[in-house]
C-alpha cells in the first residue's frame, strides 16, 4: 500500500506522450499510485501496448490539433466525471545550427511544447476549476536553465513553458488547482538517440554530471507523483528539476 500522501486511488489522470519514454515513466508511477491514467500519443498501436502494460486507457491524437485536444479533454470529462491530472509531456525536437534554423522547424517545435500545453493546461483547467481542484504538470527542460547549440526552437518553447507555468498557477490558485513543471536533465530516451550514439556527447553527459550518468526515465516517476499527489499540496508555480546535479555543478 502507497504512503496516504501518495495515494491517487480513484484520480484520473491524462498524460501525454506517454507511449513511451519519460511520459510512459510517469503514467506508470501515477498507475502504481492507484490513479486511473489515460494515455495519448500518435501511434496508435504503440500507445495501446504501453496503455495495455499498466491497465490504462489510449487515446490517441495529435497535440498539436486543436480540436482534438478540446474534444479529448471534454471526453475524459464526460465519461469519467472528473480530470484531476494533467501531465502535459508530448514533444520532439529538431535540432539544427541556429544560422540554418527553419522558420517552419520553429513553428512545429512551438507548436508541439507550448501551444499544445497552453490549449490542453486551459481544457483542462476549465474541468478542473469546477472541481475546485486539480494538479496541471508540464515537462519542461534543463536547456530552459542552461543554453546549447542547436535547440533554439526547443529552448525557447521550454523557457516559455515555466513562464506560463507560474502565470497559470497565481491565476487558478484561488480554484484549488496546482501548476507546476518537472525540468529533466538527460534521459536515456529515443529523443535523445542521436545524443546517446554521440561518443563525444555522451562522454560529456558523464562528466558533467554530478551523478556521472545518464537518468532512467523511471527516475521521473517519484517528481511526478510528489507533484500529482497530496504529498505537494502547498506546491504551486514551480519548476523541480531532476537532472542528476548537472545544472547545479561547474
Ligand atoms: N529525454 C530527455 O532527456 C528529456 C529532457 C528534457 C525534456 N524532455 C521532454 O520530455 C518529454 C518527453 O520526451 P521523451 O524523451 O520521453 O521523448 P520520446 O521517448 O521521444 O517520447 C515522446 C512521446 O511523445 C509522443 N508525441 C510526440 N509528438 C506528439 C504529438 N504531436 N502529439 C501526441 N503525442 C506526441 C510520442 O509518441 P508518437 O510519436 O506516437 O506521437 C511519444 O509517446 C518531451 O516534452 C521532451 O521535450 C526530455
Same mark, same amino acid.
Given at each position: 500500500m502507497s504512503h496516504p500522501l501518495f495515494d491517487l486511488t480513484g484520480r484520473v489522470a491524462l498524460v501525454t506522450g506517454a507511449s513511451r519514454g519519460l511520459g510512459f515513466a510517469m503514467a506508470e508511477a501515477l498507475a502504481k499510485a492507484g490513479a486511473s491514467v489515460v494515455l495519448n500519443a500518435r501511434n496508435k498501436a504503440e500507445l495501446d501496448a504501453a496503455a495495455k502494460k499498466l491497465g490504462g486507457e489510449a487515446l490517441p491524437f495529435d497535440v498539436t490539433d486543436e480540436a482534438a485536444c478540446v474534444a479529448a479533454v471534454a471526453d475524459i470529462a464526460k465519461r469519467r466525471?472528473?480530470?484531476?491530472?494533467?501531465?502535459s509531456n508530448a514533444g520532439s525536437n529538431i535540432r539544427a545550427p541556429l544560422l540554418e534554423y527553419k522558420t517552419a522547424d520553429f513553428d512545429t517545435t512551438i507548436g508541439q511544447h507550448l501551444r499544445a500545453g497552453f490549449v490542453l493546461g486551459r481544457e483542462a483547467a476549465k474541468v478542473m476549476t469546477k472541481a475546485s481542484k486539480g494538479r496541471i504538470i508540464y515537462t519542461t527542460s534543463l536547456t530552459a536553465h542552461l543554453g546549447r547549440p542547436s535547440i533554439v526552437a526547443y529552448t525557447a518553447a521550454k523557457t516559455a513553458l515555466e513562464g506560463m507555468i507560474r502565470q497559470m498557477a497565481v491565476e487558478l490558485a484561488p480554484s484549488g488547482v496546482l501548476v507546476n513543471g518537472i525540468a529533466p536533465g538527460y534521459f536515456l530516451t529515443e529523443l535523445n538517440r542521436p545524443l546517446i550514439d554521440n561518443k563525444e556527447f555522451n562522454s560529456m553527459i558523464i562528466r558533467r554530471t554530478p551523478l556521472g550518468r545518464w537518468g532512467d526515465p523511471a527516475e521521473l516517476g517519484g517528481a511526478c507523483l510528489l507533484l500529482a499527489?497530496?504529498? !505537494?499540496?502547498?506546491?504551486? !508555480?514551480q519548476t523541480l528539476v531532476v537532472d542528476g546535479g548537472m545544472s547545479v555543478s561547474l
Open positions: 466525471g472528473r480530470l484531476d491530472i494533467l501531465v499527489s497530496d504529498a !505537494g499540496s502547498f506546491l504551486t !508555480g
